[in-house]
C-alpha cells in the first residue's frame, strides 16, 4: 500500500536532547498529521497542518507543512522520558475523505 | 465525552473462520475509517463510511468487509481468515471525514 517516507526509523536519545524527524511524498497533501501511538493504544494527533508552510506548537513540539506540500517535519524540544513512543507522519487529500496515508513510524527511545 | 471505543479489545481465531469487529465513534462524529496495522506494513487504510455509505475503499480484499448503522457505529468483517490477517485493526472517526481523525485503541487480531 502507499506510504510516506518518514525519517530516521528509530532514534536513541538522552533526556534533554532535541529531536526531529520528516517525512516526504511523491504526493501532493493538503493536510499533514503528526500523531505518536504508546504501546497497546491507537495513534493520538499530537499536531494537525492546513496550509503550506505553516509552523505550529504544541507545548514543546513544532511541526511545519512543507512549501511545496509533499513534506513536513516534527521537532520535540528538550526530550523527556514520557515521549518515548511511535511517530506517526500522515497526509490528508480533500477528495479522499477519512483516508489518510500513514508514514512508517519512528520509533523514539530516551534514556534518562 | 466518551473516545472511540472498539470490541473487542483481543480476539484469537483460526484460519477460515470470521471475524466481526465493532467501533462506536466519538458522539456527533459521522465519519467512521478502519485502518489496519501490522509490523510490516504498518497503517493501511482499509475503508471509511459516512452517513451508512461507504464513502472510500483501501487496497483490501473483497474479504474485508464494513458496515454502518443509523447511530454511526460501525462493524467490519473479515471472512475466510488467513494467517496474514492477523494485525491491530483500527478505527478512527472524524467530524465529517476531511478532518482530523480520532483513533481509538484498536482491536488486536490473532489468527492461528
Known amino acids: 500500500g502507499q506510504q510516506l517516507n518518514q525519517s530516521p526509523q528509530s532514534m536513541f536519545i538522552q533526556e534533554g536532547e532535541d529531536v526531529s524527524m520528516n517525512c516526504t511524498s511523491s504526493s501532493i497533501f493538503n493536510t499533514w498529521l503528526w500523531y505518536k501511538q504508546d504501546p497497546g493504544e491507537g495513534p493520538v494527533l499530537l499536531i494537525a497542518?492546513?496550509?503550506?508552510?505553516e509552523l505550529t506548537s504544541n507545548g514543546r513540539l513544532t511541526a511545519q507543512f512543507g512549501i511545496t506540500r509533499k513534506d513536513s517535519f516534527l521537532n520535540i524540544s528538550a526530550s523527556i522520558p514520557s515521549d518515548v513512543g511511535i511517530y506517526f507522519c500522515?497526509?490528508?487529500?480533500?477528495?479522499?475523505?477519512?483516508?489518510?496515508?500513514f508514514g512508517q513510524g519512528t520509533e523514539l527511545s530516551v534514556k534518562p | 465525552k466518551a473516545g472511540v471505543t472498539q470490541t473487542p479489545r483481543y480476539l484469537i481465531k483460526t484460519r477460515g473462520q470470521q471475524v466481526t469487529l465493532s467501533c462506536s465513534p466519538i458522539?456527533?462524529?459521522?465519519?467512521v475509517s478502519w485502518y489496519q496495522q501490522t509490523p510490516g506494513q504498518g497503517l493501511q487504510f482499509l475503508f471509511e463510511y459516512f452517513s451508512e455509505t461507504q464513502r472510500n475503499k483501501g487496497n483490501f480484499p473483497g474479504r474485508f468487509s464494513g458496515r454502518q448503522f443509523s447511530n454511526s457505529r460501525s462493524e467490519m468483517n473479515v471472512s475466510t481468515l488467513e494467517l496474514g490477517d492477523s494485525a491491530l485493526y483500527l478505527c478512527?472517526?472524524?467530524?465529517?471525514?476531511?478532518?482530523?481523525?480520532?483513533f481509538g485503541a484498536g482491536s488486536r487480531l490473532t489468527v492461528l
Open positions: 500522515a497526509g490528508q487529500s480533500y477528495n479522499q475523505g477519512g483516508k489518510l496515508i
Open positions: 478512527a472517526s472524524g467530524v465529517s471525514g476531511a478532518n482530523v481523525l480520532t
Open positions: 458522539s456527533g462524529h459521522r465519519s
Open positions: 497542518l492546513y496550509k503550506a508552510g
